[in-house]
C-alpha cells in the first residue's frame, strides 16, 4: 500500500484553480514531485524538489508543501490539463521510492 | 533527441520469466540512476526498483524483491529488468526511466508484460 495519499478525483472550471494535494509521513523530510499522465501516454515530470518546473511545463503548474502535505496548484486550469496527477517521493525509511495513489482532474 | 525505448514485454505463463531491456540514447548514460515503474491496467503508478550509475547501489520494492533484478551496461547505453518467478499481479506496462533521486523527467514508452496460463 502507498505511503502516499491522494484524493481519488478533483474538478474545475476551464480558468479556474485546482490544488491537488499529497499526504504522508515522509514529506516532513523529502520533496515531493509530481507527474501528469493522460489516458495512453508515459508519466510527464510537472514539479520537482517541491517547487521546480522542469522547460516546457507552464508556469500555471507550481508546487508547495508544509509539514506532511505536498500541493501542486493549477492557476487558469486549461481543458488539456484534464489528467491524472501523481506524487512521488521517498518511502518512510528513506531508501525506497513511493507514488501517491492518484488524483484524477476534471476540466469541467 | 533524448529517448527511452522499452522492449522484451510479452505473455508468460505464472512462474516464468521475462527479461526487459531499456534502450538509452542521446544523454549520458552512463551519468545517470536509472529506475523501472510499472502500471497495472486501469491502476496507479508503482516503483519497482533502481540502480546506481555506475550499478554499485540497487534498491527494490518489497513487492518484487528477491524476484526482479535491475541491472545496466554503460557500454551499451542499456537498462535491464529480469523478471523471474512471475505472478498475475505483475501484470502492467513497465516503464523505464532516468532517475534523478525521484525526479523521473524521462520516460520511455512502456512495454506491457502479461502474466496468465
Known amino acids: 500500500s502507498s505511503e502516499l495519499t491522494q484524493d481519488p478525483a478533483v474538478s474545475v472550471a476551464l480558468g479556474q484553480t485546482v490544488r491537488i494535494t499529497c499526504q504522508g509521513d515522509s514529506l516532513r523530510s523529502y520533496y515531493a514531485s509530481w507527474f501528469q499522465q493522460k489516458p495512453g501516454q508515459a508519466p510527464v515530470l510537472v514539479i520537482y524538489g517541491k517547487t521546480n518546473r522542469p522547460s516546457g511545463i507552464p508556469d500555471r503548474f507550481s508546487g508547495s508543501g508544509s509539514g506532511n502535505t505536498a500541493s501542486l496548484t493549477i492557476t487558469g486550469a486549461q481543458a488539456e490539463d484534464e489528467a491524472d496527477y501523481y506524487c512521488?517521493?521517498?518511502?518512510?525509511?528513506?531508501?525506497?521510492?513511493?507514488f501517491g495513489t492518484g488524483t484524477k482532474v476534471t476540466v469541467l | 533527441q533524448v529517448q527511452l525505448v522499452e522492449s522484451g514485454g510479452g505473455l508468460v505463463k505464472p512462474g516464468g520469466s521475462l527479461r526487459l531491456s531499456c534502450a538509452a540514447s542521446g544523454f549520458t548514460f552512463s551519468d545517470y540512476y536509472m529506475s523501472w515503474i510499472r502500471q497495472a491496467p486501469g491502476k496507479g503508478l508503482e516503483w519497482v526498483s533502481y540502480?546506481?550509475?555506475?550499478?554499485?547501489?540497487?534498491k527494490y520494492a518489497d513487492s518484487v524483491k528477491g524476484r526482479f533484478t535491475i541491472s545496466r551496461d554503460n557500454a551499451k547505453n542499456s537498462l535491464y529488468l529480469q523478471m523471474n518467478s512471475l505472478r498475475a499481479e505483475d501484470t502492467a506496462v513497465y516503464y523505464c526511466?532516468?532517475?534523478?533521486?525521484?525526479?523521473?523527467?524521462?520516460w520511455g514508452q512502456g512495454t506491457m508484460v502479461t502474466v496468465s496460463s
Open positions: 512521488n517521493s521517498r518511502d518512510s525509511s528513506g531508501n525506497l521510492h513511493v
Open positions: 540502480i546506481g550509475s555506475s550499478s554499485s547501489y540497487t
Open positions: 526511466a532516468r532517475d534523478r533521486s525521484g525526479d523521473y523527467d524521462i
